[in-house]
């Protein structure tokens, strides 16, 4: 079994526990694709078998979020489940979150939580935090693509965030209330994308357990089709099973190193990417889908 489900992940489980129930209901090597904290809930694409060998190459890595910002204080998890280390001061108004969102769009730099799983000296900064070991993770560049305000909430307003992957939604939420002098953070997070994986073609464990995993299986190259296609002709099909290399001119649409979705007979056998004269296996998929 190849491919991918579309999880919707509850809130109360961790990433990893939720990617332990499809392994137990599929029996085969399973990962996922950008974890969410244990209270956050939302998309979670499930990698199956040779689908964890292709995260590298999805064609979109952008995440789609619904987040509320409380200015009921600051915690130093920057979430709801931490300990408040500011008191709030008050509810901005609408015009002045408005005024504030511009300076959070686009390239900008985040320093990531101390609860979080970044790691310092080989060790994840939250395991550090838990000991009182007071660790600031290096600053680093991100990119958010869209910033929308939403409704007001009886706490604050709802978010909706567009970003590339790396981004912390709490920090942004934290930092936002830095910038308004109103101290506040993340109360509620919903993932609503991950690429092409979208929240209204979820499904939940509890169909995966009622419907077996194969109704919902997604195919091999579902997130890759915004790369390049090449089919193979069936004169070179033993050097593609194997992983050599092939002629050149196959890639000739291709800039020089740029990937290509490799088909024999229309199946999925590989990633390609142009070297020289020649198109050499990026990923093989021995065996197809």
Same mark, same amino acid.
């Given at each position: 079994?190849?491919g991918y489900?579309?999880l919707?992940?509850?809130?109360?489980?961790?990433?990893g526990?939720?990617?332990?129930? @499809? $392994?137990?209901?599929t029996?085969?090597?399973?990962? /996922?694709?950008?974890t969410?904290d244990?209270?956050?809930?939302g998309?979670?694409?499930?990698?199956?078998?040779r689908?964890a060998r292709l995260?590298?190459y999805?064609?979109? +890595?952008?995440k789609g979020?619904?987040?509320? *910002?409380?200015?009921t204080g600051?915690?130093?998890?920057q979430?709801?489940?931490?300990f408040?280390?500011?008191?709030?001061?008050?509810?901005?108004?609408?015009?002045?979150?408005?005024?504030?969102?511009p300076?959070?769009?686009?390239r900008?730099?985040q320093?990531p939580?101390? %609860?979080?799983?970044? +790691?310092?000296?080989?060790?994840p900064?939250y395991?550090? =935090?838990?000991?009182?070991v007071?660790v600031?993770a290096a600053?680093r560049e991100t990119e958010?693509?869209?910033?929308e305000l939403m409704e007001?909430t009886d706490?604050? %307003?709802m978010l909706h965030?567009?970003?590339?992957s790396?981004? %912390? *939604?709490r920090t942004l939420c934290h930092d936002?209330?830095?910038a308004?002098g109103r101290p506040? /953070?993340m109360r &509620?997070?919903l993932r609503? $994308?991950h690429?092409c &994986?979208?929240?209204?073609?979820? @499904?939940?464990?509890e169909?995966l357990? =009622?419907?077996?995993?194969?109704?919902?299986?997604?195919?091999? #190259?579902f997130p890759l089709?915004?790369?390049? $296609?090449?089919? @193979?002709? #069936?004169r070179y099909? +033993?050097t593609a099973?194997s992983?050599?290399?092939l002629p050149g001119?196959?890639?000739?649409?291709?800039?020089?190193?740029? /990937?290509?979705?490799?088909y024999l007979?229309?199946?999925?056998?590989? *990633?390609g990417?142009r070297d020289?004269d020649v198109?050499r296996?990026?990923?093989g998929l021995?065996g197809?889908?």
């Amino acid at each position: 079994m190849n491919g991918y489900l579309n999880l919707l992940k509850p809130p109360g489980m961790s990433s990893g526990a939720a990617v332990a129930v @499809v $392994r137990r209901l599929t029996g085969e090597k399973t990962g /996922h694709a950008g974890t969410l904290d244990p209270e956050a809930a939302g998309v979670l694409p499930i990698l199956l078998g040779r689908g964890a060998r292709l995260l590298d190459y999805f064609s979109d +890595k952008t995440k789609g979020y619904l987040a509320e *910002i409380a200015f009921t204080g600051a915690t130093d998890t920057q979430d709801a489940q931490g300990f408040l280390t500011e008191e709030g001061r008050g509810i901005p108004s609408r015009q002045e979150v408005e005024a504030a969102l511009p300076a959070f769009r686009g390239r900008i730099l985040q320093r990531p939580p101390a %609860y979080s799983a970044v +790691k310092q000296g080989g060790k994840p900064l939250y395991a550090l =935090a838990r000991k009182g070991v007071q660790v600031l993770a290096a600053v680093r560049e991100t990119e958010i693509t869209a910033l929308e305000l939403m409704e007001e909430t009886d706490a604050g %307003y709802m978010l909706h965030v567009e970003c590339q992957s790396g981004t %912390y *939604i709490r920090t942004l939420c934290h930092d936002l209330g830095q910038a308004l002098g109103r101290p506040a /953070h993340m109360r &509620f997070l919903l993932r609503t $994308r991950h690429g092409c &994986f979208g929240i209204d073609d979820t @499904v939940t464990l509890e169909e995966l357990q =009622a419907d077996g995993t194969e109704k919902w299986l997604l195919p091999l #190259d579902f997130p890759l089709q915004g790369m390049p $296609r090449i089919d @193979v002709p #069936d004169r070179y099909g +033993k050097t593609a099973r194997s992983g050599g290399k092939l002629p050149g001119n196959l890639a000739a649409g291709l800039a020089a190193g740029e /990937h290509a979705r490799l088909y024999l007979q229309n199946e999925l056998i590989g *990633i390609g990417r142009r070297d020289g004269d020649v198109l050499r296996f990026a990923v093989g998929l021995p065996g197809g889908e």
